[in-house]
């Protein structure tokens, strides 16, 4: 299960965050796997290679070492026997979608357009190289710039994005999250709202990402980022990343539910053991197999930090992702949904209690 996850995450170490670099052309290296999923072909008009002839294609979608990144679905038909066909098709990725056609030839490389994208690949352009591999997949290479980045007005300076009251009325981000994404411990509004200082970029970006297109289901943060570009996504999430957090000192009756202390190192004494071993005979897998031995996540391949993020914020994001309310784990084989599943009310407690309570490794 981690090596799926790790495959689906692992290309988002592509881009970086400022201006210049969003300006610069990017190359992304994928392969289309039609060995392990074969193209149908629909045989039209008369039998045998002839114009019209359709192949249809839904296929993983791996990186260079073959790790799962996505899928690759699309349709070709047959224009010039023998020789290549007119195809088109989408790769369709964590952050968002990109469409491609062009003239593919049976044998050797093609130059197929980049015609569209959707979600991070909104304004995308470039090309796409396809070749055949002996054995039976399809290297793809794309090389491409993300135009509205180029054209956008130069951005404001993070920190006045994220103090500032947008136009369309809404809070200022530092309103809930602190300037420096450590939040103020409070009851003002139905979550305590999380910690961002010092979370992994590509996971903060891509959540933003989630929010902005409605595709995270959040009352506090619906509509927030709306009117921010995508340029001005990638600041704030470079911004918070950079920061460093304030670990909390252990008192987790401030921060979970209302009991004693006592029952508190309990509680993250229980959560410490399925964090580290999960439970084989109930199906729990180990968290820190995916978030790390102090929580500290990976930065290339998306997972979060966990380290000292609020209990109150972890217990509702549980059991969020085990209701089926969060869902932002889509694309990366439900991996969330999947290790909560056989979590029971007790074990997302203790855990919570946990996870805040977390020091960094020696
Ligand atoms: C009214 C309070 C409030 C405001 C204003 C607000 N947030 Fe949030 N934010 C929250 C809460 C609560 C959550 C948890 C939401 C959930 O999971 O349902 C959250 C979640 C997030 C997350 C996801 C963190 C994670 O670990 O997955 C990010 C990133 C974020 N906010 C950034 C921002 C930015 C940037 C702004 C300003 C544009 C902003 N927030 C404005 C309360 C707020
Ligand atoms: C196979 C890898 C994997 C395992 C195992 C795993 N996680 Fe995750 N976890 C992820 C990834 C990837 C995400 C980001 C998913 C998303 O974007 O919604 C995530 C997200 C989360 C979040 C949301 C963080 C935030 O800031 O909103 C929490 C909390 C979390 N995991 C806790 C756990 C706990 C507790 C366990 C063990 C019961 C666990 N995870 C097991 C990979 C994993």
Redesign the pocket.
């Known amino acids: 299960?981690?090596k799926t996850?790790m495959a689906c995450?692992i290309l988002l170490g592509a881009s970086m965050a400022s201006v210049a670099d969003s300006i610069k052309s990017k190359t992304l290296l994928t392969i289309a796997d039609a060995k392990t999923s074969p193209a149908v072909a629909l045989d039209l008009g008369e039998p045998g290679d002839t114009i019209g002839d359709q192949w249809l294609f839904d296929q993983p979608l791996l990186d260079a070492e073959r790790n799962k990144i996505g899928n690759n679905s699309g349709v070709c038909t047959r224009t010039q026997v023998g020789n290549s066909s007119q195809c088109r098709w989408t790769l369709t990725l964590i952050n968002g979608t990109i469409e491609v056609a062009g003239r593919e030839f049976d044998q050797g490389s093609s130059a197929i357009g980049i015609v569209g994208g959707t979600g991070e690949y909104q304004h995308i352009s470039g090309e796409l190289i396809s070749f055949k591999n002996s054995d039976g997949t399809y290297t793809q290479t794309l090389t491409y710039t993300l135009a509205n980045t180029i054209n956008s007005k130069q951005p404001a300076d993070a920190k006045s994005l994220i103090t500032g009251v947008r136009e369309n009325g809404h809070y200022s981000c530092s309103e809930c999250h602190g300037v420096t994404g450590n939040p103020p411990i409070t009851d003002k509004y139905d979550k305590q709202s999380?910690i961002l200082a010092g979370?992994n970029y590509q996971?903060l970006r891509?959540?933003l990402n989630h929010f902005k297109f409605a595709r995270r289901d959040t009352k506090e943060m619906a509509n927030t980022l709306q009117d921010y570009n995508a340029e001005e996504i990638n600041q704030i999430a470079f911004y918070f990343s950079q920061q460093t957090q304030t670990i909390l000192p252990f008192d987790p009756t401030i921060d979970t539910l209302i009991h004693s202390a006592t029952e508190d190192n309990l509680w993250a004494d229980k959560g410490r053991v399925?964090?580290q071993q999960?439970d084989q005979s109930r199906g729990?897998?180990?968290?820190q197999?995916?978030?790390g031995a102090s929580g500290e996540g990976d930065s290339h391949q998306?997972?979060?930090k966990?380290l000292a993020?609020h209990a109150r914020y972890?217990r509702m994001?549980?059991a969020a992702y085990k209701t089926g309310k969060?869902t932002?784990?889509q694309t990366?084989d439900k991996?969330?949904r999947q290790?909560?599943k056989n979590?029971n009310d007790d074990d997302i407690k203790y855990?919570s209690a946990y996870?805040q309570s977390m020091v960094v490794a020696p």
């Open positions: 299960m981690k996850l995450v999380p979370q996971y891509t959540q399925l964090y999960g729990i897998v180990a968290c197999s995916c978030h998306s997972i979060p966990l993020q972890v994001t549980l969060r932002t784990d990366l991996v969330m290790s909560v979590l855990l996870i």
